[in-house]
């Protein structure tokens, strides 16, 4: 026999259009853990620590973390306010197409989709980057092919864990929220409780450390100190990424109209938190933060090596290893779900065949296998931190245009709203999600992330040409497009 939630919640998907096909199992707080396994800040705030010591050292992690996470949350809290009101596994794709139309909706899907297949692949291969670093894993006389041939391994055994459904990736995200807050806390605890004459002022002092190190510099050598702490912000705007993947399960969760928008914001301030803690102890646990910012990518390795017994620091390197490969899991149930929802409504090559789900296990497994094979393609062409920074970029652009698009249609056409709500708080909150998305297009761009500019503006370009050639007339959207109905 159903629970009253579960008819809520088929009432709410029928009212918008779709008839039920994914398995309903997902808990509120399976929900809040599959977000809080994608931002993982044991796999981008760890991976990516580099980027935001390299820039202008202590000042931008002490300073640029909290900043940077205030703008997130502010872009979480609208995104959450649109996911009550239009719960499905479309997500941003959905709601761009309700409040602004098939067009505003179909490049929301495209750079949403591409945002989330390019972060799984940052994920893994950071998570390659970070073992190798650690352990010394032999990479044999090919590195390049070595790296290639395990990253495109881990995707597909991830893909593997994801054919068998809902259930199995519930378990392993609820898994990995309970590693991600046992891990961090306890590393932070350690690296505090082990450091000796912590010197606070790292928090707040603001060092050019561009150029560093000389064999491959995190920036390339400039004198504008302010600039470099924009460009440092990259840290934590690419590892609070992927909280879209509570809208995308929405059809997989109970109580969806307010477990998906808690699931959103509370995986964002948690995140947001225990990250600046546990960057900030990394950080005072530094004997000398030059030498740190000498070691590149492999500087928070050194840290714990050289900051905590090794009876303590090994065990916590596997749980990093272990998290960042669950984050990898759980990003992409995420891009399987997207793939899913926009081929439900036709937007893709191939739609009937990509929407396909396993009548077994409820899983859209189709969906699970191209997403994951479209992630390992990249690990070809791409270096990590440009990989992350497309990433980073494509989803933000993703996740701006529905929150745009409502700040418009508040209040006019879109008055039927769900029961989590900001109420007047929402149009000055989507102004600012708008101004710090722009910011992070401008910033994500830069070198030595160049590569960047030519693959986000061509697929602006490409979509712009598509679109006004041959999806407007073809695309139809979502079954409802009146956000009143």
């Not at 039920?20 to 399976?30: D, Q, T």
């Not at 916590?316 to 984050?327: E, K, M, P």
Request: aromatic share 10%.
């Amino acid at each position: 026999m159903q629970s009253p939630e579960h008819s809520d919640d088929e009432h709410q998907l029928r009212r918008l259009g779709y008839e039920p096909e994914l398995a309903r199992r997902m808990s509120g707080f399976s929900n809040f853990a599959i977000s809080l396994s994608i931002i993982c800040i044991l796999a981008g705030g760890i991976t990516s620590f580099h980027v935001g010591l390299g820039s202008a050292g202590g000042g931008s992690l002490g300073v640029g973390w909290p900043l940077a996470c205030l703008c997130s949350l502010a872009v979480a809290l609208t995104m959450a306010q649109i996911a009550s009101a239009f719960p499905t596994a479309g997500g941003l794709y959905h709601w761009g197409c309700m409040l602004g139309g098939r067009g505003l909706g179909w490049c929301t899907a495209w750079f949403n989709l591409a945002g989330l297949v390019t972060v799984l692949a940052a994920i893994n291969a950071g998570t390659y980057d970070f073992a190798t670093a650690t352990f010394g894993f032999p990479t044999g006389d090919d590195p390049a092919r070595t790296r290639m041939l395990v990253v495109v391994g881990m995707t597909l055994s991830q893909a593997l864990l994801n054919h068998y459904g809902i259930r199995w990736t519930t378990r392993l995200t609820d898994l990995s929220g309970w590693v991600i807050l046992g891990v961090s806390a306890v590393m932070t605890v350690a690296l505090l409780a082990n450091s000796q004459n912590l010197e606070w002022s790292r928090l707040w002092t603001f060092t050019n450390f561009s150029g560093l190190p000389d064999n491959a510099p995190v920036f390339p050598a400039q004198d504008n100190l302010l600039w470099l702490f924009c460009l440092g912000l990259l840290l934590p705007a690419y590892t609070i990424t992927g909280f879209d993947a509570s809208a995308h399960t929405s059809e997989e969760t109970v109580g969806a109209a307010r477990n998906v928008p808690r699931g959103i914001v509370r995986s964002v301030w948690v995140s947001a938190v225990m990250g600046w803690v546990m960057i900030a102890a990394l950080l005072l646990a530094m004997p000398d933060v030059l030498q740190g910012v000498e070691k590149g990518a492999g500087v928070v390795p050194w840290i714990l090596k050289g900051a905590l017994p090794s009876a303590l620091a090994w065990p916590l390197l596997v749980g990093i290893v272990l998290a960042q490969y669950l984050c990898g899991l759980a990003a992409l149930t995420s891009a399987s779900r997207m793939t899913f929802a926009f081929a439900r409504d036709g937007g893709l090559p191939g739609s009937a065949w990509l929407r396909r789900v396993n009548p077994r296990t409820g899983s859209p497994s189709t969906a699970v296998w191209n997403s994951a094979l479209g992630s390992a393609l990249l690990i070809v062409f791409l270096r990590y931190e440009t990989i992350a920074a497309i990433g980073t970029v494509f989803l933000y652009l993703s996740y701006v245009l529905p929150v745009a698009a409502g700040f418009v249609a508040h209040g006019k056409w879109w008055t039927r709203f769900g029961p989590w709500h900001l109420g007047r708080a929402y149009r000055p909150l989507a102004l600012v999600s708008v101004l710090f998305c722009l910011f992070l297009l401008v910033i994500g761009v830069q070198p030595p992330n160049q590569q960047a500019l030519p693959i986000v503006g061509g697929a602006a370009v490409v979509m712009v040409v598509v679109w006004f050639g041959v999806e407007r007339r073809r695309f139809r959207g979502p079954p409802r497009l009146h956000a009143g109905e």
